[in-house]
């Protein structure tokens, strides 16, 4: 009768709490860096992505040790994939970004993650020193 009682409330126990036994399904933050020719924060049509930035990923603020660094592609692109729900900082690494450019928008965003979400951020704009 105690082992039966004790079975029923380990199913009730896991019934209950299942959700949080199971890891979070990771998502991914995804981004662009463009040279915002007209200095006006927007990324328009015409203006061109910047290749071989160094976009980070951080906990709690942009700045300390990040988690990952990624590299923005031919077009200007770049992606963390497979991360956790949860709060993250993505920050425009303004050593590697070339030519003197200066940002015309934030250079670090924060975004909160869900559970298989897949977060498209706003452009990181950079226009050209003394434009």
Avoid: W
């Avoid at 399904?25 to 915002?36: A, Q, R, T």
């Amino acid at each position: 009768m105690k082992r039966a009682i004790s079975l029923f409330l380990l199913a009730l126990l896991l019934a209950t709490y299942s959700d949080q036994l199971t890891a979070a399904e990771p998502g991914s933050i995804s981004g662009n860096v463009y040279c915002d020719e007209d200095k006006n924060g927007i990324c328009d049509c015409e203006e061109g992505g910047l290749k071989n930035i160094h976009i980070q990923i951080f906990l709690e603020h942009c700045g300390g040790t990040p988690l990952q660094t990624v590299s923005t592609d031919q077009k200007g692109d770049f992606i963390f994939e497979s991360f956790e729900p949860g709060t993250y900082f993505v920050h425009v690494d303004l050593d590697y970004v070339c030519g003197g450019r200066l940002p015309t928008t934030s250079n670090c965003q924060q975004v909160k993650l869900a559970a298989g979400e897949i977060v498209k951020l706003p452009a990181f704009g950079f226009t050209q020193y003394g434009q």
